[in-house]
């Protein structure tokens, strides 16, 4: 199994160009998200999902669409990219089930925005 | 706000020490988790202990949770250069909604 798979690892935009960030686990995880991370910062949620066609809301979602039209896949856009959301995104699944509740990630993708 | 605080923030120790890091929290919790980040990695859980579980063992690691005082220690014992990481608590808000703290950074000096 390839676990939690997000593309591409590196990436440079300039200020308002969008893009997709992918990201793909083949574990039947039901739940999915996006966190950044920022330095001091720690990681924060953008969005998340409880299963395919449910998306909702994180801590900082404000710049970012997400959908989840399969269980494997999860998809971050940025419509019009800002220097402010140059970061490191990862994306994590799970289990639905909020006692186990572990954490699988990705290896991240880093992003610049010029 | 964002639920978890570890402290230190930064610690560096000698291979075969013993490193101790804290983590506090906000409100109640159904369980809390411990995560690793190796540099340019993304994070791996290493151990989960539940709101009734006072201590838990995992290899070299041991969790304590008091959630009277809402904090949690994460110890790595006899610790190695390959323990050279970030280490962060994440507790479930809700909807597996994982919160994370700001990290701690661990450097073993061989």
């Known amino acids: 199994n390839a676990g939690v798979t997000q593309t591409p690892k590196f990436q440079v935009l300039k200020t308002g160009q969008s893009m997709t960030l992918q990201c793909a686990q083949d574990?039947?995880?039901?739940?999915m998200s996006w966190y950044r991370q920022d330095p001091g910062m720690g990681l924060r949620l953008i969005h998340y999902?409880?299963?395919?066609?449910?998306?909702d809301q994180g801590e900082v979602p404000n710049g970012y669409n997400v959908s989840r039209s399969t269980t494997e896949d999860f998809p971050l856009r940025l419509l019009s990219a800002a220097p402010s959301q140059t970061s490191v995104y990862f994306c994590a699944s799970s289990y639905r089930d909020s006692n186990t509740g572990e954490l699988f990630f990705g290896e991240g993708s880093r992003l610049t925005v010029l | 706000s964002q639920q978890g605080e570890e402290d230190p923030q930064a610690l560096s120790i000698q291979e075969g020490e013993n490193a101790t890091m804290n983590c506090s929290y906000k409100t109640s919790i159904n369980n809390l988790q411990w995560y690793r980040q190796n540099s340019g990695r993304g994070l791996v859980h290493l151990i989960l202990i539940r709101s009734n579980e006072r201590e838990k063992h995992s290899g070299r690691l041991r969790v304590t949770l008091d959630t009277s005082k809402k904090s949690s220690s994460l110890l790595i014992t006899a610790s190695r250069a390959a323990d050279t990481a970030s280490y962060f608590c994440a507790t479930i808000q809700g909807n597996n909604r994982l919160a994370f703290g700001k990290g701690n950074q661990v450097v073993v000096i061989p």
């Open positions: 999902s409880v299963g395919a066609g449910i998306t």
């Open positions: 574990m039947n995880h039901e739940y």
